[in-house]
């Protein structure tokens, strides 16, 4: 990997989880450089979103330390996180329900406005930037999943994150609206934003990231260029098994 | 659209202030005393069931062991005014700080649980201190403490000959629970508390404190029913444990609000105002002989609405509203 020029966003350094008998994540290390948009992939239970949740500070690692823009927060729980600029999503959404789709953004735009009026005017900028301004007086629980998933982004991107987690945002949608989510992401990144991405659907994420780190049986697999890890033998074996990777 | 979420936000306030002032004409017209005494019933368990909202509705945290807040206001005045000679009002407040203590001394450990569990820690909470009341010799035990009458005077707030202070007392009382709700609704806190009961962990990711949010909801909670609590042992002039601190308060504090709608602004009020009167004269028309009868209208009651309208009566008026309630 090249020495980027500044610290990076955001270092695991050997990070272990353990649930009981069973090893989440064996001794990551990764690293997200600033206003990149960094994808995590590899097959079911490979361990992303273990290691999505240690990030969010979720749980606590078992083992090694998280270092977010310049300062260890391995210890830090998920809302001061949120408070130095870590922002995520859920892969199983988990709306406000019983509020409505500008209430639920109000709850993310509060930590950075203290005025009520204020951080309203936030919350419905940050549902017209995401597309959702129109629904905004519904209720969460009416949205459609797609919408859902949507919701789910404005609500953290009204925390005003330096670095986005999305866990499998763009999973599950018809190809128009993945391909909605896509510009979504990119126009993230456009307004600074480093993003970190768990996907499973290769091909929506490969042309959409600078890098990918593949995660494998809890380990990094091989991480790179999108077009060259799609390519890895090992990175084949892993999805098809080793019958296809000969081919490659 | 901002000016629309204004505009509800004033409009309820309007409505409450035009409420407030037509009940405070009532008394004029309604001199029978008997109805005086529901009306004043209403208005506390308006305001009790308002102040047990924000904790259990707003913020989600169900306590049924409320009943605990209300004793601990009636006892803190009455100990304070027999044995000290403190008066009333100071007596109202310092049931209000040590009851709001004593939610964020209990929510320490009990708001690490979840769902039923947290329930069940409240309803035994609230039993073990009344046990401990009903034994404790200084506070009278299971006999209780008659306040003594020292004559009509707001200053030491007790009144024999008239319901009438006591009516504009618990008039305001409920005004000023409603008003608290109505501001909290729209503050940081408000949000928090909704966020916290809809999805900790969401919240949690979205830099909500979860534990300081849920132990604000109890502070504020415990406050207000204690102040409550101290109207109430003014009101009846002669308390005992099982009177201020039974089970029945932390019931009757839930039903109006679940009844009317839980978690929203209007429920309890809309609550009360038809399960106490009905719980009042049921007692008094039908109570008296068949044992228990009052109880099953007001059962039946419940279930039925709780059928016909899981929302709550309020979600007959936000039809109209739309879904923003």
Redesign the interface.
């Known amino acids: 990997m090249t020495a980027l020029p500044e610290t990076p966003l955001l270092e695991t350094r050997g990070v272990w989880q353990r649930f009981g008998g069973l090893v989440a994540n064996s001794d990551v290390s990764i690293s997200v450089g600033r206003g990149e948009i960094v994808g995590l992939i590899g097959p079911n239970g490979a361990g992303k979103s273990t290691l999505f949740n240690l990030i ?1 500070g ?1 749980l606590p690692p078992t083992q090694g330390s998280i270092i977010f823009d310049g300062e260890d927060v391995t210890k830090l ?3 001061e996180r ?2 130095r600029g870590v ?2 999503t ?1 892969q199983v959404v ?7 789709v ?2 639920n953004v ?3 735009a ?2 950075r406005n ?1 005025k ?1 009026r204020i951080a ?2 936030k919350a ?1 900028e940050v549902l017209e930037f995401c597309g959702l301004a129109a629904r ?4 969460a629980a ?1 949205l459609v999943p797609s919408e859902k998933r949507r919701l789910e982004v404005a ?2 991107l ?2 005003e994150p330096k670095l986005l987690l999305l866990d499998e945002v763009l999973t599950g949608l018809t190809p128009v609206e993945a391909q909605t989510g896509v510009e979504l992401v990119r126009k993230v990144r456009a307004a600074g934003i480093t993003v970190l991405m768990v996907e499973h659907v290769m091909e929506i994420v490969m042309p959409l990231v600078d890098r990918a780190i593949v995660l494998n049986l809890g380990k990094v697999l091989v991480e790179g260029k999108p077009t060259e890890v799609v390519r890895n033998p090992e990175v084949i074996s892993a999805y098809l098994g080793d019958r296809h990777a000969v081919g490659a | ?2 000016t ?2 204004a505009q509800r936000r004033r409009r309820d306030l309007i409505v409450a202030a035009c409420l407030a002032a037509i009940a405070a004409l009532v008394p004029l017209f309604v001199k029978d005393v008997y109805v005086q005494n529901i009306m004043v019933l209403t208005l506390m368990y308006a305001a009790l069931s308002q102040s047990w909202n924000i904790l259990s509705g707003y913020c989600g945290q169900i306590s049924l062991g409320h009943a605990l807040y209300f004793g601990l206001g009636a006892y803190t005045t009455a100990l304070l005014f027999t044995k000290f000679g403190v008066l009333p009002w100071f007596g109202m407040l310092a049931g209000g700080a040590i009851s709001a203590l004593i939610a964020m001394a209990l929510g320490y450990p009990c708001f690490r649980l979840r769902g039923h569990y947290f329930v069940i820690a409240t309803i035994v909470i609230a039993e073990i201190a009344l046990l401990l009341i009903q034994n404790w010799d200084w506070a009278g035990a299971a006999l209780g403490i008659d306040i003594p009458v020292r004559g009509d005077s707001w200053l030491k707030f007790q009144f024999t000959r008239s319901k009438l202070p006591y009516f504009y007392f618990a008039l305001a009382l409920a005004c000023i629970a409603w008003f608290v709700t109505w501001w909290l609704e ?3 806190w408000g ?2 508390w ?2 916290v ?3 900790p ?10 534990f300081n949010s849920k132990m604000g909801a109890a502070a504020v909670s415990a406050f207000l029913v204690a102040v409550g609590g101290s109207f109430y042992a003014q009101f009846v002039s002669y308390i005992d444990p099982e009177s201020v601190m039974g089970f029945q308060f932390s019931l009757l504090m839930a039903l109006p609000a679940v009844l009317g709608g839980i ?1 929203t602004l209007w429920g309890p009020v809309l609550g009360a105002v038809i399960l106490i009167p009905l719980t009042e004269l049921t007692r008094s028309f039908i109570g008296g002989s068949g044992r228990g009868v009052d109880l099953i209208v007001y059962g039946t009651l419940i279930v039925v609405i709780s059928l016909a309208l899981p929302r709550g009566l309020v979600s007959v008026f936000s039809l109209r509203k ?3 309630r």
């Open positions: 969010a979720v729980p998920a809302a949120c408070q922002g995520r859920f988990k709306s406000f329900e019983t509020m409505t500008i209430d109000i709850v993310g509060l930590i203290t009520m309203r005017q419905y905004a007086d519904k209720l009416d609500r953290a009204a925390t | 659209m901002d629309e979420f729209d503050s940081k949000y928090w909704r966020a009961k809809d999805n962990d969401a919240a949690e990711s979205l830099g909500v404190v979860v978690g739309g879904a923003a």
